[in-house]
Nanobody
Framework: QVQLVESGGGLVQPGGSLRLSCTASGSIFWGNAMAWYRQTPGKEREFVAGITVTGNTNYEDSVKGRFTVSRDNAKNTIYLQMNSLKPEDTGIYYC?????????WGQGTQVTVSS
C-alpha cells in the first residue's frame, strides 16, 4: 500500500522560509503528477502547487513567486520550498497525486507562520 510521509513543517516568523518534503513508499512518483495541498480549520483542503512528470509546475495565485515545487524521482520525494512566508500560509500541508484517484493521505506537516 502506498504511504505518503510529509515532513519539514514548523513555526516560523513572517518573512521566513521552510522546505517541506514528501516521501512515498515504492516507486509511485514515476508517471504521476504530484501536488502539495493545504488545509486550514473550517476550510476544504486546497491546491497549493503541482508538478508534472516532466517537471512542469503550476501554483495557486497567492504563492506564485514565493513557493517552488520540485521532485526527485530517484528518491521518491517531492519538495516545497516556501519563502517569504505569510500568516495566511499557515495550515497543514499534504502531498498527493495532482489528478485522478488520490493515494491514501499522509499525516501532513503543520506550518505555522506567526510572530
Amino acid at each position: 500500500q502506498v504511504q505518503l510521509v510529509e515532513s519539514g513543517g514548523g513555526l516560523v516568523q513572517p518573512g521566513g522560509s521552510l522546505r517541506l518534503s514528501c516521501t512515498a513508499s515504492g516507486s509511485i512518483f514515476w508517471g504521476n503528477a504530484m501536488a502539495w495541498y493545504r488545509q486550514t480549520p473550517g476550510k476544504e483542503r486546497e491546491f497549493v502547487a503541482g508538478i508534472t512528470v516532466t517537471g512542469n509546475t503550476n501554483y495557486e495565485d497567492s504563492v506564485k513567486g514565493r513557493f517552488t515545487v520540485s521532485r526527485d524521482n530517484a528518491k521518491n520525494t517531492i519538495y516545497l520550498q516556501m519563502n517569504s512566508l505569510k500568516p495566511e500560509d499557515t495550515g497543514i500541508y499534504y502531498c498527493n497525486r495532482n489528478s485522478g484517484i488520490v493515494f491514501p493521505w499522509g499525516q501532513g506537516t503543520q506550518v505555522t507562520v506567526s510572530s
